[in-house]
């Protein structure tokens, strides 16, 4: 026992001695205070700048920044010192808003006793967390930027130092604009005047005639699969041009969540497809029969409702009449295969809404709202957990599987007593 208390006070002892040694042979840290900073080549600003002046001076991704230090000489001397002495380097880098912004490394526009170096503002991937956190919330409006330098293992040196900062460049935001409106202008015009995201077209029976044949040249109803589909290609889409357009970077912006999540709706819209395409011909038949049939009889109910309501318009039974006749033409256009409108289409079969739609469709409008606000803010695409993903994929599996379920054909409801 004795013996290994002394064996541990001698290595104190030996540590202890060490230090000073090696606090001997280490170089002196020196000491640094960034005083300024400006856009390189445009004067500082003074009191009584134009707004000529004042706009020029806003810096953006892909300028050059130029910083006013005092004691940069003492900073070579310190480089120049570890490196003659074999000790690690440590490399000076820029910190904005006092983020290292790593991987940027300066350079020294004239001799080091001007006090002036100079950063080339450059998005990275070792940069790429710091980056987000600067640029988070971006606008084509500037604000003040603090701005500094230091060690990159390290805290950043004193600092001053502040710049105006526009995080969207004016160019890469309306040009952005231009391209998503044009997108989404083609998008839901496709959406609403061609059969793009529907399910068929419609199939009036050839010996319906009079007001229940208006409807022919209507379009097929939603379908829910290729909406969910075309709405994750919009948002990723999107977010994408917005984190090109802020900072610059083509590649590396797409990650596993948003190509999951693409692939869901791909999934499921292919599963859909299939889930039409294999159902046997007999049963396709003895449905369509039996649709055409319901289509018929609606048809023919609707005819005798409009011709009982003549002179009973502005009356209770009138009323009623209205309302059975409104409920009528919804359940034909369905017999039909006729759009009622994009929410009710995808929320329903031939009969009505069904839960499995409807769920599936919240969590769609949900994730894809999540995963909006958070590019916006975190300027990346985010990282769902798996267990969000788990529940898109298990609502779009709850969703094929009762499809193949679903009712194919629509109820014709009982003669109203009004009628």
Known sequence: ??????AAMTAIAMCAAA?????????????????????AGVPPLTANATPEQKRASVVELGDTIELTVTGLDKLIKDTECRQAKALP??????????????????YLPGPPSDGKIRFDLAHSTASKTAWALVLANPWITDSPLDVSMGYEDSYPFKSSAQVPFRKLAVFYAVAGAIFMAVLIVLFFGLLLCTDMCREGRPKVPSDIVGAAAISRGAYGPYSLSKVQAGIWFLVILGAYILIVAVTHDLSGTVNA?????????????????????????????????AQADAARELAKRMQDLQASLKGKEETSEGAAIKKSLEELEIAFKRATNQSIGLWKDIISDANGVNFHRFQMTAW???????????????LAMPDFDNT????????????????????QVTTVPDKPKAA
């Open 1 to 6: 026992m004795t013996r290994a208390i002394l």
């Open 19 to 39: 230090l000073p040694a090696r606090a001997a042979e280490d170089c002196p840290a020196p000491e640094v205070v960034v005083t300024g900073a400006t856009k």
């Open 89 to 106: 380097k440590r490399t000076p880098i820029l910190f904005l808003a006092a983020q290292p912004i790593k991987g940027l490394t300066g």
């Open 257 to 289: 969540t948003a190509l999951t999540l693409m692939g869901i709706g791909a999934a499921t819209m292919v599963g859909s497809t299939v889930i039409q395409n294999n159902q046997s011909d007999a049963a396709t038949v003895a449905a369509a029969a």
């Open 364 to 378: 769609t409008v949900v994730l894809a709202s999540i995963f909006t606000i958070a590019v916006t803010r975190i």
């Open 388 to 407: 969000l993903l788990a529940l898109q994929g298990l609502s779009a599996g709850t969703y094929l599987g009762l499809k193949v379920n679903e009712s």
